[in-house]
């Protein structure tokens, strides 16, 4: 499913140079429940941003599905993460202004699914988080624990091959942290690709595998 | 559709601020729409005044006689024709008008007997040009009352002389001044002197033996519109069939000067708006900017879960046009008030002025295009944007 090999990421910092990934390899198989673990600026936010596609590294290659990502334009990328990438960030990154129906619909709209079928889709998305009866509801109506449902569902809502959450629990106390990795464990019984990054060792220990991750290097993979 | 959804709300967002930004296309149009409506409106009352004054005689110009110049005896001939009424050559001067210690500048024409039917001109005394006159190159004239009244002192003044450029001329008649002719209202006022056609070629270094410029009534019993094919055919014949050799118009001078200051009053006032318009756009542009970087995170979002930069770029130009638009159509509608509310003040004056589908139509395109030109650069800016970057703006 995800396959790394030798990537690498460089940081100019004024004159310095901080090597956010240095020769990083990984690989994760469909219908894992993975999570990334390490301390705070050892690389894990670069790291995610590439297997996102969001960003692109310096050196090495990865493949996403057998796609040769490196190939690809920025529209194409798009396209990509549109139909292949559910993101779940640590800061929720729900559009204010959108409803949580229209957050979660978003993505379906810019695959051109037609309407009937998009809220269909959209409604079940949001009971598989819990939260259908708050579809009307704007961000800052909704608690934290809310909003982070609300952006799984919006991740999930086109039924991507890979989910990546991103310290999704980072701004949550620690009960409504654990409903929302429950959430992924439910998902994952369901047969969804899950890579969880944190840097909080009982979460991480959820997963199925952990990897570590220490200044831009992958340490170990612990079962 | 959905993007235009999208933009009414978060235009809708900020509804203040839409206002204001809208405010420069607002006066944009409305200055446009309501200046060109009113110069319009007056064009028309007035032009159908000129209009009623009727039109009955032709104007006809040689531009270029292809070494056939036209002469008296060519009008002769022409005036033979069936369809052809009178046909009288003219052409002007200005000159200095002496006569008892009193002088002045006086616009002279020269022409034959046949221009006086033809203009439908009356006299207060004496008589008018006679083909004698026109044979003879005699010293004679007809003035109108104000070169009587300026340069003798009283109307009733036949028999004595003025002198023209130091040429003395006996005055055989008066003409009388008459509301409702068209020569005598655009003469009024001014000093005026008829000569014999070939008595002004002598006196003046400008007037030729080749006529270039003559009026041809209709025929009698005939229409002016029979007599315009007729005079077209014969000119055409004349000219080697070029249609641009010559100028036949039924218009009258007074409504053709009208139309070309009027137009060009138009395009002063549209450009006038037209430039408050651009303004406007400016202020569209400005307001876009603020916009796509307070929303640098949200386009960030929307790039991470699969918006292209063309769906971004749509987005924000949408969001520019409609703003426009908005504002147009508010602009419009308060023209048409304004209109509204300038006829019932003038109700009295006889003049009712419309919203011109014409300057209205325009006024759409132009915002049109300045929504998507100035809305281009922003939208643009925003589309650029790396998703990675913009996800991470601001914290
Ligand atoms: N845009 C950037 N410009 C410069 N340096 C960067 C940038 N992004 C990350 N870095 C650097 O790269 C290194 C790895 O950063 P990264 O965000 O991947 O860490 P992280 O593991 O996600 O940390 P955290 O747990 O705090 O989120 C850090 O040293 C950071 O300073
Ligand atoms: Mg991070």
């Given at each position: 499913?995800?396959?790394?090999?030798?990537?690498?990421?460089?940081?100019?910092?004024?004159?310095?140079?901080?090597?956010?990934?240095?020769?990083?390899?990984?690989?994760?198989?469909?219908?894992?429940?993975?999570?990334?673990?390490?301390?705070?600026?050892?690389?894990?936010?670069?790291?995610?941003?590439?297997?996102?596609?969001?960003?692109?590294?310096?050196?090495?290659?990865?493949?996403?599905?057998?796609?040769?990502?490196?190939?690809?334009?920025?529209?194409?990328?798009?396209?990509?993460?549109?139909?292949?990438?559910?993101?779940?960030?640590?800061?929720?990154?729900?559009?204010?202004?959108?409803?949580?129906?229209?957050?979660?619909?978003?993505?379906?709209?810019?695959?051109?699914?037609?309407?009937?079928?998009?809220?269909?889709?959209?409604?079940?998305?949001?009971?598989?988080?819990?939260?259908?009866?708050?579809?009307?509801?704007?961000?800052?109506?909704?608690?934290?624990?809310?909003?982070?449902?609300?952006?799984?569902?919006?991740?999930?809502?086109?039924?991507?091959?890979?989910?990546?959450?991103?310290?999704?629990?980072?701004?949550?106390?620690?009960?409504?942290?654990?409903?929302?990795?429950?959430?992924?464990?439910?998902?994952?019984?369901?047969?969804?690709?899950?890579?969880?990054?944190?840097?909080?060792?009982?979460?991480?220990?959820?997963?199925?595998?952990?990897?570590?991750?220490?200044?831009?290097?992958?340490?170990?993979?612990?079962? | 559709m959905l993007s235009f959804k999208m933009a009414l709300r978060s235009i809708?967002?900020?509804?203040?601020?839409a206002?204001?930004t809208m405010?420069?296309i607002?006066?944009?149009?409305?200055?446009?729409?309501?200046?060109?409506?009113?110069?319009?409106?007056?064009?028309?009352?007035?032009?159908?005044?000129?209009?009623?004054?009727?039109?009955?005689?032709?104007?006809?110009?040689?531009?270029?006689?292809?070494?056939?110049?036209?002469?008296?005896?060519?009008?002769?001939?022409?005036?033979?024709?069936?369809?052809?009424?009178?046909?009288?050559?003219?052409?002007?001067?200005?000159?200095?008008?002496?006569?008892?210690?009193?002088?002045?500048?006086?616009?002279?024409?020269?022409?034959?007997?046949?221009?006086?039917?033809?203009?439908?001109?009356?006299?207060?005394?004496?008589?008018?040009?006679?083909?004698?006159?026109?044979?003879?190159?005699?010293?004679?004239?007809?003035?109108?009352?104000?070169?009587?009244?300026?340069?003798?002192?009283?109307?009733?003044?036949?028999?004595?002389?003025?002198?023209?450029?130091?040429?003395?001329?006996?005055?055989?008649?008066?003409?009388?001044?008459?509301?409702?002719?068209?020569?005598?209202?655009?003469?009024?006022?001014?000093?005026?002197?008829?000569?014999?056609?070939?008595?002004?070629?002598?006196?003046?270094?400008?007037?030729?033996?080749?006529?270039?410029?003559?009026?041809?009534?209709?025929?009698?019993?005939?229409?002016?519109?029979?007599?315009?094919?007729?005079?077209?055919?014969?000119?055409?014949?004349?000219?080697?069939?070029?249609?641009?050799?010559?100028?036949?118009?039924?218009?009258?001078?007074?409504?053709?000067?009208?139309?070309?200051?009027?137009?060009?009053?138009?395009?002063?006032?549209?450009?006038?708006?037209?430039?408050?318009?651009?303004?406007?756009g400016i202020g569209i542009m400005n307001i876009m900017m603020v916009t796509v970087t307070?929303r640098?995170?949200e386009i960030?979002?929307r790039k991470?879960?699969?918006a292209s930069r063309g769906t971004i770029l749509t987005q924000f130009l949408m969001e520019a046009v409609v703003l426009c638009m908005m504002g147009c159509?508010?602009?419009?509608?308060?023209?048409?008030?304004?209109?509204?509310?300038?006829?019932?003040?003038?109700?009295?004056?006889?003049?009712?002025?419309?919203?011109?589908?014409?300057?209205?139509?325009?006024?759409?395109v132009?915002c049109f295009l300045i929504g998507v030109v100035f809305g281009l650069y922003p939208a643009n800016k925003a589309a650029k944007m790396?998703?990675?970057?913009?996800?991470?703006?601001?914290?």
């Amino acid at each position: 499913m995800i396959d790394i090999k030798d990537l690498c990421k460089v940081y100019l910092v004024g004159d310095e140079r901080v090597r956010a990934l240095d020769y990083a390899t990984l690989h994760i198989y469909p219908k894992e429940f993975v999570s990334i673990i390490g301390p705070s600026g050892s690389g894990k936010s670069t790291l995610m941003n590439i297997i996102g596609c969001l960003d692109v590294a310096d050196a090495g290659s990865y493949r996403l599905d057998d796609l040769p990502i490196e190939a690809y334009s920025e529209n194409e990328l798009a396209k990509i993460r549109n139909e292949k990438i559910g993101f779940v960030f640590q800061s929720f990154n729900l559009i204010p202004k959108l409803s949580a129906e229209e957050n979660v619909e978003l993505p379906l709209i810019y695959q051109k699914v037609p309407r009937a079928e998009r809220v269909q889709r959209v409604k079940e998305a949001l009971e598989r988080v819990g939260l259908a009866n708050r579809a009307k509801h704007l961000p800052t109506e909704l608690s934290g624990g809310q909003q982070q449902r609300v952006a799984i569902a919006r991740a999930i809502v086109t039924r991507p091959k890979l989910i990546l959450a991103d310290e999704p629990t980072g701004a949550l106390d620690s009960k409504t942290s654990q409903e929302i990795i429950d959430i992924f464990h439910e998902l994952h019984r369901q047969g969804n690709t899950i890579v969880l990054i944190t840097h909080d060792g009982d979460v991480a220990k959820q997963a199925e595998r952990s990897i570590h991750i220490l200044d831009g290097q992958i340490t170990e993979v612990t079962l | 559709m959905l993007s235009f959804k999208m933009a009414l709300r978060s235009i809708g967002a900020n509804k203040m601020r839409a206002v204001l930004t809208m405010l420069g296309i607002i006066i944009g149009v409305v200055a446009l729409v309501v200046l060109v409506s009113l110069v319009n409106g007056a064009t028309s009352s007035v032009t159908d005044t000129i209009s009623s004054l009727g039109s009955s005689l032709l104007t006809v110009t040689v531009e270029d006689d292809k070494g056939y110049p036209v002469d008296m005896e060519t009008l002769n001939e022409w005036m033979a024709e069936d369809k052809v009424g009178l046909i009288a050559p003219y052409s002007a001067d200005s000159l200095t008008a002496y006569a008892d210690g009193e002088s002045g500048s006086i616009t002279v024409y020269g022409t034959t007997p046949a221009y006086y039917d033809i203009q439908g001109l009356q006299l207060s005394m004496g008589r008018w040009l006679k083909t004698a006159d026109v044979e003879n190159n005699s010293y004679v004239c007809v003035i109108n009352e104000t070169a009587a009244e300026e340069l003798i002192g009283y109307v009733d003044c036949v028999g004595q002389a003025i002198s023209l450029d130091g040429v003395k001329y006996t005055i055989v008649g008066v003409l009388a001044e008459e509301e409702n002719n068209l020569t005598s209202v655009l003469t009024s006022g001014t000093m005026a002197a008829y000569l014999p056609y070939p008595s002004l070629q002598r006196l003046s270094g400008t007037v030729t033996r080749e006529l270039t410029s003559f009026y041809v009534g209709a025929a009698q019993g005939g229409t002016v519109e029979e007599a315009e094919e007729a005079m077209t055919q014969l000119l055409l014949e004349r000219f080697d069939q070029d249609e641009d050799a010559f100028e036949i118009s039924s218009q009258n001078a007074l409504e053709e000067a009208m139309s070309s200051i009027t137009s060009m009053l138009s395009v002063m006032l549209g450009g006038i708006a037209a430039i408050s318009l651009i303004v406007g756009g400016i202020g569209i542009m400005n307001i876009m900017m603020v916009t796509v970087t307070e929303r640098t995170r949200e386009i960030g979002i929307r790039k991470a879960i699969g918006a292209s930069r063309g769906t971004i770029l749509t987005q924000f130009l949408m969001e520019a046009v409609v703003l426009c638009m908005m504002g147009c159509g508010l602009g419009i509608f308060l023209s048409w008030a304004i209109l509204q509310i300038i006829n019932t003040v003038v109700a009295s004056l006889d003049m009712v002025f419309y919203l011109d589908t014409g300057v209205v139509l325009l006024a759409v395109v132009f915002c049109f295009l300045i929504g998507v030109v100035f809305g281009l650069y922003p939208a643009n800016k925003a589309a650029k944007m790396k998703p990675i970057d913009a996800l991470h703006y601001g914290g």
